[in-house]
Each structure stands twice: as structure tokens, then as C-alpha cells.
């Protein structure tokens, strides 16, 4: 046995000691001492040079490669020490690099943080330099399209929740586009780069795109041609279908093994209650990267001006796909972890909502707050945090002002001003009489209501309300 094998079995030894007198129950002072000869040994044994932790360093290294062309919108930064790092750009790559570091292969998670453009701001659009995403992820072997149906259900699920109006979520496959690519004679060194002009086509017409392509990428006309044909189809299962007979793209690899996946999908997504909300779209190609399969994105729809009218898209409010190969690319033995998953614009849906309020001449609510405690006289502060308190323990959202003896005015026009839907009124009477004073603040109609019925009475007249905090 090595020097370092007899120290290491010593210190395993006397930890099992140091347990054992714990267990007992054992003096303070023996275990101290026991405690300090255990500390000893460990400080004699030293770090084990040969098993030292990976650790993945976070520069932007770290992120090139990943985005495509998207990386020139990286904000990047040098530390003191010269190293390039860069600000995060979205929430996946993080995520990727966590299950790497920490050997995870199985996790479900969903996560809201800050992320960093070098964009040109649209603030009317709610698009900005800094703003907020909240990711849904699901990594892990699974059998196939069960992972991703449940993403496009939870997408659905949040956007006819926050009733922002409709929405249509279009639906693509990165194989697919890969193997239109190649039978319509796109060099394999251009794939991404034209995809990158593909996923233009809901922004701009088609004559632009195969401008772009042709003119500025160095692809011929033809081939450009080929690609339009395909691209600008869009449908639902029927399409799919459609595809897996079609003569050039069914003998491609690439191209049967995502439409297959599309085909699953869509049956997933029939018995999941969604399939009227998804339109497979050979547009879509999504400019990052790191997606390796099925891919999304969801976008709002302008009710139309005339009856017969297309809806007109207001731009994407969430997006997402597969991406199977981005765990490998931080795993020093580069093990791969399939993963699904989406991301939402949080800025991007406050836009949305602000401005339709707007239109309606309808006030934001800043506060969730449902009722106000407020007081109708002087020298009545404990009895309004008494009450409070009694709202607060109960489950109520309620609030007060911090002041000892505000006016009644003041109070009732600060819940006109945060949008609190009613007030709670205390008064030297309504104490005598064992009742609160309950005030609409948008009717301004006041009812007594026993003290013993109010949190009921408050439950049954405030609703799910739409609140920006």
C-alpha cells in the first residue's frame, strides 16, 4: 500500500470515529479532539492531483460556433486579464454547459434571467438590448416527438392564458430543410447561411429572399427557384403527407427521418387538443445553430380588417426546438443528452399587452394587490394591521398605507392610481358594529359585510385580473 493509500484510509478510519462519537452522543471535548486529529491527517493527505474537478471556463469561446450569424449580435467584453468572455445571449447554451459540467442526463426546468442583444432596439416592439426570457427545457433519452408535443402544448397553454389574442405556432424540422437543401443543389458549405435567408420569408417577400440569396451568397438562380417552390408551402399533417410522397425529397435521408418525426408529431399533438394551432411551415428555419430536429415558433395574429382576409402576423412571441448536440459540445468525452425546448419573450408579450390596452383605453394594473385596508378616521393603525394581517393569513392580497393616519381621500385615490379593485374600510361605527365598510373602488358602491364573511366576500368579487408587475 502507497504513503497516500495508508492516509487516505486513516482519515476514512477516524471520520467513521468522528461519526460514531456523534451518534453516541459523546462529550463536546471528545469530539473536538477526534475532530482535530481527523483535520490533521486530511491537511497531511493533501489534494489528489490526478482527480482534480472539470471545470468549464465561460468566455465567449464558449459560445462561438453556436449561434450562426446571429453570433454578431454577441455583446463581447475582455476582463482584467485580457481574456474574452461575453455577455449571455440566451438561456439554452447556459443550460447546455450546466448539464455538461454537472453530468446530468435527465432534467426537466424552466428558468427566467436576463439576456443581452447587440440589437438594433424596437421599443414599440418590445425589442431591446436587455431583457428577459423564460425558458422551458426537457433533456433525456425519450422516445421520439413525446418530449417535444408536450413543449408545443405548454407554449399553447401560456399564450391562450395570457389572452393576448390569436396566435398560430409554425412548426419545422431542421432535417428537412437540411435535405431540401441538398436535392434543390445547395453546397453543403452554404446550408447555413441560406437558412439564415430562408427564415426571412414571413418579414419579406420572396423576390427579396432569392435576392439575397443569389445576389449576395452566390447561389444560382436555379437552385434559388427550387427552394422558393418548397418554401413557401404551409399546412398541417396533410402536408407532411404530401412530402413523404414527393419523389426527390422522400429518397433523402435527412428529409424522411424529420418528416416521419412531423407526422408523429402531429398525431401527438390531435390528442393533445392543439393540432388546430400548428401549421407546419417550410419557411421556418430558426438562424441558431445549435437546433438539430423539430423546430418553432409562435406568432400573434392581427384579427383581420375585412371578412376573408389572411390574418397578418405581428411578429414571434416564442420560439424553440430540438437540440441534441450542444450537451457533447461541453462534455470533455463529448456525451451527447438529447434536449427539447422553448423560450418565451417577456418583454416582447408586455408590448403586446400594453399596447392593446392602449387601444381599448383600458389602465395597466401595476400591483396584484386585491384590496386595500384603509381607515376612515384617525388613530386606527393597529386595527388596520390587525386586519391586514388577518387578510394576509387568509391567502387575500392586501396592502396598506404606511402612514399612521392617512386621509380617507388620499387612500381611495391611491387604488384608483394602482388599480386596487376594492378598498376595506375601517371606522370607529363598523368596529362598534362588527363589520367592515367594503368599497368598490370602479363602482364606488360600499356594502357592510360582517368581519367573519369578508374574506369570502373579497375571494368571491375579485377575479383573475391582468396584472404587469
Known sequence: MTERATLEELVRLQGERVRGLKQQKASAEQIEEEVSKLLKLKAQLGPDESKQKFVLKT???????KYGEDSKLIYDLKDQGGELLSLRYDLTVPFARYLAMNKLTNIKRYHIAKVYRRDNPAMTRGRYREFYQCDFDIA????????????????????????????????????????????CGVPDSKFRTICSSVDKLDKVSWDEVKNEMVGEKGLAPKVADRIGDYIQQHGGVSLVEQLLQDPKLSQNKQALEGLRDLKLLFEYLTLFGIDDKISFDLSLARGLDYYTGVIYEAVLLQTPAQAGEEPLGVGSVAAGGRYDGLVGMFDPKGRKVPCVGLSIGVERIFSIVEQRLEALEEKVRTTETQVLVASAQKKLLEERLKLVSELWDAGIKAELIYKKNPKLLNQLQYCEEAGIPLVAIIGEQELK?????????????????????LVEEIKRRTSQSLCIC
Open 59 to 65: 468566455p465567449k469561446e464558449t459560445l462561438t460556433g
Open 140 to 183: 433525456g433519452q425519450f422516445d421520439p416527438m413525446i418530449p417535444d408535443a408536450e413543449c408545443l402544448k405548454i407554449m399553447c397553454e401560456i399564450l391562450s392564458s395570457l389572452q393576448i389574442g390569436d396566435f398560430l405556432v409554425k412548426v419545422n424540422d431542421r432535417r428537412i430543410l437540411d435535405g431540401m437543401f441538398a436535392i
Open 433 to 453: 358594529d362588527g363589520v367592515i365598510k367594503l368599497r368598490s373602488v370602479a363602482s364606488r358602491e360600499e356594502v357592510d359585510v360582517r368581519r367573519e364573511d
